[in-house]
């Protein structure tokens, strides 16, 4: 069955740099994938959205790639803020073609003023 | 228009009782989901429904568990005999439906379900 994979220890990093979070997959070549962005006690906010055949998607400071090769994404906040820290939560679409999106279990963020 | 809105927000209750958890998509939306999520943990998909289609109950844990939506609108999702291992937060969400960017999802805040 398709698995979704996130490091699961949390990233933490100081104010100013680039994070990069992680998103590898297995057993299925799916359409699109899309990022959210998780606070506690909240519900997942959407980010960004990258298909199949696209590479690279930037909104603002956020860029993902999605390399259907390596079935890799990678997400990335660049001039990272402490606002920025939260648990970020790739999606997939599930492989019984219902749209239903699979979520890996995400990764916490941290950033260091 | 108002986003995703779930009720109620916490909900303590006694193993073996009923409960009941409302969700109100944004208008508009033909699909709705409700995923599981204990602390700490990733979102488990519950069900999903889409249009006037049958739903799909794949991620139900349990003959305990069922939801329905009426009216294409508002969904209740209904845990019977609760158990301890029911505490979680239940969240639901809403998408203008299905493929490509139609199936970005809109959640609510959740429910914070504990079962003493």
Do not use: M
């Amino acid at each position: 069955s398709q698995k979704i994979e996130q490091n699961s220890e949390a990233l933490n990093i100081q104010e100013g740099k680039t994070a990069t979070l992680t998103c590898n997959y297995t057993n299925y070549s799916p359409a699109y994938l899309q990022w959210y962005r998780q606070d506690p006690g909240r519900g997942p906010v959407f980010l960004l959205l990258i298909r199949e055949n696209e590479k690279e998607k930037r909104k603002e400071r956020l860029k993902v790639t999605f390399d259907t090769t390596l079935k890799q994404s990678l997400f990335h906040i660049t001039a990272s803020q402490p606002a920025d820290s939260a648990t970020y939560l790739c999606a997939l679409d599930g492989e019984d073609s219902s749209y239903k999106l699979i979520f890996g279990s995400g990764t916490r963020l941290l950033v260091r003023p | 228009g108002a986003g995703v809105s779930q009720s109620p927000s916490n909900k303590v209750t006694e193993k073996g009782k009923d409960v009941e958890l409302r969700c109100d998509p944004i208008s508009g939306h033909t699909a709705l989901y409700w995923y599981r999520q204990s602390l700490g943990q990733g979102l488990e998909f519950l069900i999903y429904f889409q249009g006037n289609s049958a739903p799909d109950k794949s991620g139900l844990p349990s003959d305990r568990f069922s939801a329905e939506r009426t009216g294409g609108s508002v969904s209740t999702l209904t845990i019977q005999r609760t158990q301890q291992e029911d505490s979680a937060v239940y969240l639901c969400a809403s998408s203008l439906g299905r493929g490509g960017g139609k199936n970005i999802q809109y959640f609510g805040a959740g429910t914070r379900l504990s079962v003493l």
